[in-house]
C-alpha cells in the first residue's frame, strides 16, 4: 500500500506565503508524477500543478508566477506565495505510482487527505 500525507496548510493572510508538502511512502517502486489539486467549497476539484518525473511542471494559469511545485525523492512541495483569496481551498496531493504486485510492475493513483487553506483578505 501507498499513503500520501499533506501537511502544512492553515490561514494566512492575503499576500503572504505557504508551503505545503506531500509525503509518499510505502511500498514505491517508483513515482511517476506527482500533482495538487485543489477544491473550493461549491466548486470541482482541479489541477494546481503536476510535475512528471525527469519532465516539467505545469501550473495552472490561476497561479503562474505564484506557486512552484518541486520534488525530492518521495515529497513534493508546493511553494505558495502571493497568496489571494481565491486560493482558499482544501489542496489534494496526488501521485501516478508504480507498484510491484504479483510479481508485475502495476500504475496506481493515490490521494492525500487533503490540507485546508484558507487566505483571508
Known amino acids: 500500500q501507498v499513503q500520501l500525507v499533506e501537511s502544512g496548510g492553515g490561514l494566512v493572510q492575503a499576500g503572504e506565503s505557504l508551503r505545503l508538502s506531500c509525503a509518499a511512502s510505502?511500498?514505491?517502486?517508483?513515482?511517476?508524477?506527482m500533482a495538487w489539486y485543489r477544491q473550493a467549497p461549491g466548486k470541482e476539484r482541479e489541477l494546481v500543478a503536476r510535475?512528471?518525473?525527469?519532465?516539467s511542471t505545469d501550473l495552472s494559469d490561476s497561479v503562474k508566477g505564484r506557486f512552484t511545485f518541486s520534488r525530492d525523492k518521495n515529497m513534493g512541495f508546493l511553494q505558495m506565495n502571493g497568496l489571494k483569496p481565491e486560493d482558499t481551498a482544501v489542496y489534494y496531493c496526488?501521485?501516478?505510482?508504480?507498484?510491484?504486485?504479483?510479481?508485475?510492475?502495476?500504475?496506481?493513483?493515490?490521494w492525500g487527505q487533503g490540507t485546508q487553506v484558507t487566505v483571508s483578505s
Open positions: 496526488n501521485a501516478e505510482v508504480i507498484i510491484v504486485s504479483s510479481g508485475n510492475f502495476v500504475l496506481r493513483d493515490y
Open positions: 510505502g511500498s514505491i517502486f517508483s513515482i511517476k508524477a
Open positions: 510535475l512528471i518525473s525527469g519532465g
